[in-house]
T-cell receptor, first 119, second 112 residues
Framework: GAVVSQHPSWVICKSGTSVKIECRSLDFQATTMFWYRQFPKQSLMLMATSNEGSKATYEQGVEKDKFLINHASLTLSTLTVTSAHPEDSSFYIC???????????????FGPGTRLLVL | EDKVVQSPLSLVVHEGDTVTLNCSYEVTNFRSLLWYKQEKKAPTFLFMLTSSGIEKKSGRLSSILDKKELFSILNITATQTGDSAVYLCAVDLEEYGNKLVFGAGTILRVKS
């Protein structure tokens, strides 16, 4: 089956620093990757849609200058949280689309998530 | 605005009980509804429903969709402690090419 990895799985950083999270599709090419954020006891909230080779599309209320997304290759998308603050502490999950337009259970695969704690 | 609402928000039951989780939606260009189970990490896929009235079943879990009333239910029979998780409902919107809108989830805790 298709595998999506995220790195790191855990990160603790000081307020004001930037943190980069990687999302990789290990055995397939992903033209589209999604980035979600999940606060404790809340649902997954879509932050942005990342298409290879083009600018990411951000959801309303998500600051594009704060959450920089780069999808430089068909197997890698990165999310950089710039000047992180304690309120950015959350669980960040990516998902990758294996085949555009197909049914989600066959095509959208979630990464294991990255827990970010900003002190 | 596209909306997916789950109820209850949380539930505590004893092993062996049967539970029913609800998901209602108001969206444009509905394509399918999905149920996921989330433990400590990323969601794992349970069911995808596209047609009304056809029950999907996997072991003790089953789910059905009503496209007229715009809701779905997820049933778990003979619950076990391993069923403790957050259950997420999501709707796949045709116009957005695989974009999923998630509900807030139902936290299920099964006590032994």
């Amino acid at each position: 089956g298709a595998v999506v990895s995220q790195h790191p799985s855990w990160v603790i950083c000081k307020s004001g620093t930037s943190v980069k999270i990687e999302c990789r599709s290990l055995d397939f090419q992903a033209t589209t990757m999604f980035w979600y954020r999940q606060f404790p006891k809340q649902s997954l909230m879509l932050m942005a849609t990342s298409n290879e080779g083009s600018k990411a599309t951000y959801e309303q209320g998500v600051e594009k200058d704060k959450f920089l997304i780069n999808h430089a290759s068909l197997t890698l998308s990165t999310l950089t949280v710039t000047s992180a603050h304690p309120e950015d502490s959350s669980f960040y999950i990516c998902s990758a689309i294996r085949l555009a337009g197909g049914p989600p259970q066959e095509t959208q695969y979630f990464g294991p998530g990255t827990r970010l704690l900003v002190l | 605005e596209d909306k997916v609402v789950q109820s209850p928000l949380s539930l505590v039951v004893h092993e062996g009980d049967t539970v029913t989780l609800n998901c209602s939606y108001e969206v444009t260009n509905f394509r399918s509804l999905l149920w996921y189970k989330q433990e400590k990490k990323a969601p794992t896929f349970l069911f995808m429903l596209t047609s009304s009235g056809i029950e999907k079943k996997s072991g003790r879990l089953s789910s059905i969709l009503d496209k007229k009333e715009l809701f779905s239910i997820l049933n778990i029979t003979a619950t076990q402690t391993g069923d403790s998780a957050v259950y997420l409902c999501a709707v796949d919107l045709e116009e957005y090419g695989n974009k999923l809108v998630f509900g807030a989830g139902t936290i299920l805790r099964v006590k032994s």
